[in-house]
């Protein structure tokens, strides 16, 4: 067995995967969502540590502990944790990525000029987002004598070696603005700029390499949860994209390499506008790169009509109100609730939803609330077939997205065969549903095999296809109307 801990936005999971990749055990326990003020995201680190130390002991449990040959751990990304290096004891609430309280200090570095050479440096961009000024906020109202910051794969690794090894892999580390792409290492530059000691961040080490251990058991891959779920559908080759379907959706794409970005150019022009590179995973002594796409809001959407409005008792109703209804009414929704984030990066952005009529129902709220998350990973998807270098793909076309003719499919929203059939109309390409849907964690644990002689091939098995079934002009017609509803949130 290999142990995938799968530690999440909402909620922690473990899971145990047999040699041939089948999940034979699964835990999952949720935790506290903190909200301080408007904006603001927090979570309690040893709640996150509880709650994940509660399904590895279930899963364990099932398994037995002597069956167990590795773990692999994956984990929320950009999402900063602070604690006392001797003590061991958080020193704050963990900062979420989706918290926006650094978007003013964002702003102030734009303005001073830091943004495109943070683009060249680190493959991101200034946002509250990303891990950098969120380090800097806390590091200004704790003491920092004694300080560990890391993110969550950190945060985890600490406390099952008991503070034995404070280490990261570059997929983490990258989402940071800290990091530098062409180095693979902490850059100087930015450290001093965010006011960060080296000492206080984690040792990054290949992302397929023996971190420690719990209990004998060697803690062998960690992958941010995007990288791993990347790994798991097996997309190896350059131009295979998935996208994750959670809290948010993250539409990625494997880059040539390897040696890809290469330099420290802010105005190199084979960057598309708007889409992040980061390192996919280090192993084998070699790098892979990736561009990513971020939305913010998508499952986050479906539990805001059941917590915050009532609307539905469960998400799995969605399916059927918004079948109950040939389209949205006219109804669009644009779920900005912390900003928008790819290919717009717009922190100031708001939620808003417009058509609305006397007839407007419960269902046609839900249409429009399923069809703003597909719309979102449209916006991605054009974004990452921008006309650009014609060195990147290797037919010749322009635009290395241009390469994308299938998209992989997993998270929990997946399962929904409406939203993966409008997802399917939206884009005009094939969508992909595999067997199994527990990518993330595949991933997490196919790395974690890989690094001790296991897992060198299981093959990726799909469950269903989803062909485009409306015209280019409706498809045209739907694209311009969202456009429409976005320009004015933003």
Not at 3 to 29: E, H, K, M, N, P
Not at 154 to 163: H, R, Y
Not at 395 to 415: F, K, M, N
Request: contains cysteine; hydrophobic residues 40%.
């Amino acid at each position: 067995m290999i142990i995938a801990i799968d530690s999440g936005t909402t909620s922690c999971r473990t899971l145990a995967f047999d040699a041939s990749g089948r999940c034979v055990a699964l835990a999952q326990q949720e935790f506290t969502q903190h909200y301080p003020q408007p904006g603001w995201v927090e979570h309690d680190p040893e709640e996150i540590w509880r709650a994940q130390k509660a399904t590895l002991d279930a899963v364990v449990a099932q398994v037995g502990k002597q069956n167990i040959q590795a773990i692999g751990i994956t984990n929320q990304r950009e999402t900063v944790v602070a604690w006392d290096r001797r003590t061991g004891e958080p020193l704050a609430n963990a900062i979420v990525w989706q918290c926006r309280r650094t978007t003013e200090r964002c702003q102030q570095l734009k303005e001073e000029g830091h943004e495109p050479w943070i683009r060249a440096k680190t493959g991101l961009l200034l946002d509250p987002y990303f891990s950098g000024t969120k380090i800097e906020w806390l590091s200004q109202r704790i003491p920092t004598e004694n300080a560990c910051f890391g993110t969550i794969d950190t945060w985890l690794l600490w406390k099952l070696t008991g503070g034995k090894s404070y280490a990261t892999d570059p997929s983490n580390a990258s989402r940071t603005l800290l990091y530098n792409l062409s180095d693979n290492d902490w850059d100087n530059e930015y450290l001093a700029l965010f006011g960060v000691a080296r000492e206080s961040l984690p040792t990054i080490q290949p992302s397929g390499s023996v971190f420690g251990h719990w209990e004998g058991i060697p803690i062998s891959g960690i992958l941010g949860d995007q990288q791993a779920a990347l790994y798991g559908q097996q997309c190896v080759t350059p131009g295979m994209a998935k996208c994750t379907y959670g809290t948010g959706c993250f539409l990625l794409t494997l880059l040539p390499g390897p040696g890809y970005p290469l330099g420290a150019n802010p105005g190199r022009q084979d960057w598309e506008e708007g889409v992040l590179y980061t390192v996919a995973w280090e192993k084998d002594g070699e790098l892979a790169y990736a561009a990513e796409g971020a939305v913010f809001v998508a499952g986050a959407a479906v539990q805001w009509l059941r917590d915050g409005l009532g609307l539905i008792a469960t998400a799995a109703e969605t399916e059927a109100l918004a079948r109950s209804v040939p389209d949205s009414g006219g109804v669009v929704f644009v779920p900005a609730f912390t900003g928008l984030g790819a290919p717009y990066w717009a922190p100031e952005a708001r939620g808003l939803i417009c058509g609305l009529t006397r007839g407007t129902t419960k269902a046609h709220l839900v249409y429009a609330t399923l069809e703003a998350i597909v719309q979102q990973n449209a916006d991605l998807l054009e974004a990452m077939q921008t006309p650009s270098s014609q060195d990147w793909h290797p037919e010749g076309t322009r635009g290395w997205g241009g390469g994308i003719q299938t998209l992989r499919v997993d998270g929990g929203a997946s399962r929904n065969d409406f939203l993966m059939q409008l997802q399917a109309d939206l884009l005009g390409i094939p969508v992909e549903r595999p067997i199994e849907t527990e990518t993330t964690a595949f991933g997490a644990a196919m790395l974690a095999g890989h690094t001790i002689g296991l897992f060198d091939h299981v093959p990726w098995r799909s469950e269903r296809v989803f062909e485009p079934q409306i015209t280019a002009d409706e498809r045209a017609h739907r694209r311009e109307t969202w456009r429409r509803a976005v320009a004015r949130a933003l």
